[in-house]
């Protein structure tokens, strides 16, 4: 039996991301987002329920501004008092786990997905999913991007603009 393209992802393989099953996760995740970004600040709170309830795991007091976006949101863990400015970007096809205390910038984007780079397999949507970890207390500067694979370590600052 072949494995199914979700489990390819989640375990690390080369996968086709133009797949019905996780087209469907997108469009979950998608309107988590919606939510997220147009429900009244006050009525949203720090995260919008839809987008809280998707995620992995979200510790205490995180908080994240609009506009948000991710790709599935249910790989992302979030430890306690995580902030993230406006316009952060996770496409979370690997896990992101993202340290207690640690802030992220305006326009801050981590990526996960790898594009094959044979461009017959690349236009057939094939790519792999690397994992981003992020310690604690970590300050993320805006407009940095985070790729995939990358580790960081706790305290660390990564300046603004960085990739």
């Known amino acids: ?3 199914s393209e979700r489990t390819k992802m989640a375990a690390g393989e080369w996968y086709c991301c133009i797949d019905p099953e996780l087209e469907a996760m997108r469009g979950r995740a998608y309107d988590a987002v919606h939510e997220h970004n147009n ?3 006050r009525q949203r709170g720090n995260l919008g329920p839809s987008l809280a309830a998707l995620f992995a795991s979200v510790g205490e007091g995180v908080r994240i501004e609009a506009q948000f976006h991710c790709a599935y ?3 992302i ?5 995580v902030f993230m400015n406006v316009g952060c970007v996770i496409l ?8 207690r205390s640690t802030l992220l910038g305006p326009h801050v984007q981590i990526y996960c997905a790898e594009h094959h780079k044979d461009p017959e397999l690349r236009a057939a949507g094939l790519e792999i999913a690397r994992p981003v970890t992020i310690g ?17 370590g706790d305290a660390a600052i990564v300046g603004a603009g960085a990739s």
């Open 1 to 3: 039996m072949t494995a």
């Open 39 to 41: 429900l009244p600040p």
């Open 73 to 75: 949101a249910v790989n």
């Open 77 to 81: 863990e979030l430890g306690d008092r």
């Open 92 to 99: 979370d096809t690997a896990k992101v786990r993202i340290g």
């Open 136 to 152: 604690e207390r970590v300050w993320i500067g805006g407009g940095a991007i985070i790729l995939p694979g990358v580790a960081i």
